[in-house]
């Protein structure tokens, strides 16, 4: 689960924009058919649960101020990286932003 060149960080550039969007979907109830993406030129293509679960967790990420890496894995993992993805994924869930114990700074609690 190393970094790759198709590893992308989003900087919460755009806030206000993102707070507004997290507000409108947050009170859209849970739909029954697909979501919709709406390109350009109208035309609309139905989005998988999957990559709407993913663009829900980066708008409401880019709304309370935190960056986001998007990092493509492979879907077959070593003991190691699963116990890598797991623990990120509590800690994200428990809304920790370091180690216990460290700081983002690294100079400590």
Known sequence: ?????EDRTLLPEHREETA???TF???VPAAVEPALFRGP????HSLPPEVHEALMAVVRALADGRAVTVAPVNTTLTTQEAADLR???RNAAEGWTSWP???????GP
């Open 41 to 44: 030129d109208g035309a609309t």
């Open 20 to 22: 507004g969007l997290r």
């Open 101 to 107: 114990g460290t700081s983002l700074s690294g100079s």
């Open 25 to 27: 979907l947050d009170g």
């Open 87 to 89: 623990c990120g994924a």
């Open 1 to 5: 689960m190393r970094g790759t060149a």
